[in-house]
């Protein structure tokens, strides 16, 4: 069965560091991965998505993603965090279905 | 504006009460979805439609039950054989046929059970 992992569960930084949240999957064959965020009191809105060619992708607000095939990875980056930053972070599977397999979420905390 | 309304936004519930929750979309989405998050856990799949009239169940169906009779409306019934139904519940839609596209998701309900 399909799963998803999200390692970090909570991660509280200072304002300017910067942020790699880690996702890894479990699924062999061809995968859309997605990053979603949830910011306090707010609903769960796509921050960027993976399924075909360049494995770096960029989302909203400065935030990118590498997809890297051969350690069934995902990870999250921002290179310097700012205090409205603060939210969860949800990865996700999907294996080509429009099901998708949701990991356990990140609490990102900035301390301004 | 296109979205996903989900009401109410808080529900409390007495110990053997049925609720119903209630999700609509206006975005012309064929498939509908319902996802409970609980801390630490993520977001569990419940039910998911991709048509009218059809749903599934998925992960964690037990004691919840659902209806697709109309595209925009994907209702669901949190039953009393529901042993832990507190939680907040999201309801998500998508084009089918395209898992690239990603999902809008509702606000949420928080239903307590009092």
């Known amino acids: 069965a399909q799963s998803v992992s999200q390692h970090n569960h909570h991660v509280i930084l200072s304002e300017a560091a910067s942020l790699e949240l880690g996702c890894n999957y479990s699924y062999g064959g061809t995968v859309n991965l997605f990053w979603y965020v949830q910011y306090p009191g707010q609903h769960l809105q796509l921050l960027l998505k993976?399924?075909?060619?360049?494995?770096l992708v960029k989302g909203i607000k400065g935030f990118e993603a590498e997809f890297i095939k051969s350690k069934f990875s995902f990870n999250l980056r921002k290179p310097s965090v700012q205090w409205s930053d603060t939210a969860e972070y949800f990865c996700a599977v999907s294996s080509g279905t429009y099901k998708y397999i949701f990991g356990t979420g990140t609490r990102l905390k900035v301390l301004a | 504006d296109g979205g996903i309304t989900q009401s109410p936004k808080y529900l409390f519930r007495k110990e053997g009460q049925n609720v119903t929750l209630s999700c609509e979309q206006n975005l012309n989405h064929d498939a509908m979805y319902w996802y409970r998050q609980d801390p630490g856990q993520g977001l569990r799949l419940i039910y998911y439609s991709q048509i009218v009239n059809d749903f599934q169940k998925g992960d964690i169906a037990e004691g919840y039950s659902v209806s697709r009779e109309k595209k925009e409306s994907f209702p669901l019934t949190v039953t009393s054989a529901q042993k832990n139904p507190t939680a907040f519940y999201l309801c998500?839609?998508?084009?089918?046929?395209?898992?690239?596209?990603?999902?809008?998701f509702g606000s949420g309900t928080r239903l307590t059970v009092v």
């Open positions: 993976y399924f075909s060619g360049d494995p």
């Open positions: 998500a839609s998508s084009i089918v046929g395209n898992s690239n596209y990603g999902y809008t």
